[in-house]
């Protein structure tokens, strides 16, 4: 047994954790796989999960809003701008609570339509989701506004906390509706933001930085918050039935106005349309819109080509980007090499002639069927006349929400091998392994209904080629490393460590390429080749050539 498999420092299985995490690895899959890996894993909760880390998250946000009052009470001396500033960062804390803990804010939530967008999640899903996490909000909100009144906190600084309350309260019932709704869209534009810079980092307190900033502008600006204000106005409707009414007149509120504070206007003008415009402006503003972004930027990396690279003698690669949007699961391919190895995204430059995309499991190209000299050079020549679409076979496909036990059972019937995965109109977006799926079964202890699909586990960085490429170039790619052959620069300065004989470096020289390659034109799968039916081709030919 291989001496490295008794080294393992790692236990047998990580310990798992749902509360906002992306799986291993995703980092590199980019923001837009973290976010939508997040946002499906949401909408897999159970519903109790899903109400009670909804009901903490209100309170959260109620304690951000009561250390904001706190903080601004009693600052009437103080430069109007700096005090605004000084509430919002202590408003914060609310929103830090509610991320690095994993609990369901439902301005957050809403960022849950972007697997609706993208075909894997109901609209009937989404909403029953986004309903149970305003409920649970609502309850947390409601409860933290009884436990403070309750707790006498509206009589700091002599009762002018209170009076600050009433004061901000009062303020949110005079906007216009449309004004509140834009307030609203303005507010969760930010929150959004501040949720979506925080997948940039894993530690902390990076995170809780990356997210203080947005909440921040927010806040100081006036924006309005849908949660919170399910937190200020009833716990200011409850407290007017208790301030003092000289000690609202000794600060310019007319006890008169405290009628405003009714459960019909609270919701009438300014929790319906706060609500409304909270979701607009994370779920379409950020969730739809950064999505379209992204997609724009899949497009125009199928579209143009980048510089050509030479790797050796005269072989052509074109790096292009892979077509993703879900979290990345590291190489794999049980028809690989042993040898660890990471490659870019390519694609072999194809050559002028046309392409042949009729599958030819069976047999050889038709330039195949002509006569073979008896010299030994034959051999070459003829292999030369050969493309990839001798080899071109139909493709088992998967798609990116499949299960993971579906996948299995559709590469088992391929033979085992790795299987590509395609989006709508056949485009390839990735490819997996049986070891992708497994790995990803064991990450969730083979459970039946695990929350991984395809896209999460499917790998990203693609090898591709085309039909009329030449069969020769594939052949090298497949079985050499020129690298490790050839180790000199571009210039012919040796890289090598110490000389070693041609015949050395050849058996070293092992190409760690994949088994599978997915055959393409403009993106759109064609069909796949496999590195076993090029050992036949080649036997097939060999047995043609005299001895």
Known sequence: MPTHLHQRKTPLAPPRSTKGATPPGTRDGGLMADICYASRKKLAKGQRQRFAEAVYAGIFIGLGFVFYLTVTTGSAGAPWGMVRLAGALAFSLGLMLVVLLGMELFTGTVLTAIPWVQGSARLSTLLKSWLCVYCGNALGALSLAVLVLLAGVWQLDGGLWGVNLISTALHKLHHGWWEAFFLGVLCNFLVCLGVWLSFLSANPGTRALLLMLPVALFVSSGFEHSIANLFLLPLAGMLAQHIPDTLLLTHGIEPARLAELTPANMLQLNLLPVT??????????????????????????????????????????????????????????????????????????????????????????????????LEQTMMNKHLNTLTVSA???????????????????????????????????????????????????????????????????????????????????VLEYWVVDRQRLFPVTGEGHWLGTGYQAYEERLRGAVAASPATLPVVDAGVLKGVIHRDALLRLLQSVREKVPE
């Not at 299960?403 to 391929?414: C, H, K, P, R």
């Not at 591709?464 to 170039?473: F, G």
């Open 391 to 473: 080899l071109l076979e139909p493709a088992v496909t998967l798609t990116p929400d499949m299960n993971l036990w579906q996948s299995l059972a559709l590469m088992e019937s391929a033979g085992g091998v790795s299987c590509p995965v395609v989006a709508d109109g056949g485009r390839l977006v990735g490819m997996l392994a049986p070891q992708d799926a497994m790995r990803g079964l064991w990450a969730e202890e083979f459970a039946a209904d695990g929350s991984y699909r395809v896209g999460d586990m499917m790998q990203k960085v693609l090898h591709t080629v085309a039909a009329d490429e030449p069969l020769l170039t």
């Open 276 to 373: 409304l415009g909270n979701i607009v402006g994370g779920a379409v503003l950020v969730g739809m819109g950064l999505l379209g972004v992204h997609r724009l930027g899949e497009r125009s990396a199928h579209s143009v080509s980048a510089t050509a690279a030479n790797i050796g003698a005269g072989l052509s690669l074109v790096t292009t980007e892979a077509c993703v949007s879900v979290a990345d699961g590291a190489p794999a391919d049980l028809r690989h090499s042993g040898q660890p190895s990471r490659f870019t995204n390519t694609h072999l430059k194809p050559t002028p002639s046309s392409p042949c995309l009729t599958p030819l499991p069976d047999g050889l190209h038709p330039a195949a069927a002509s006569p073979l000299s």
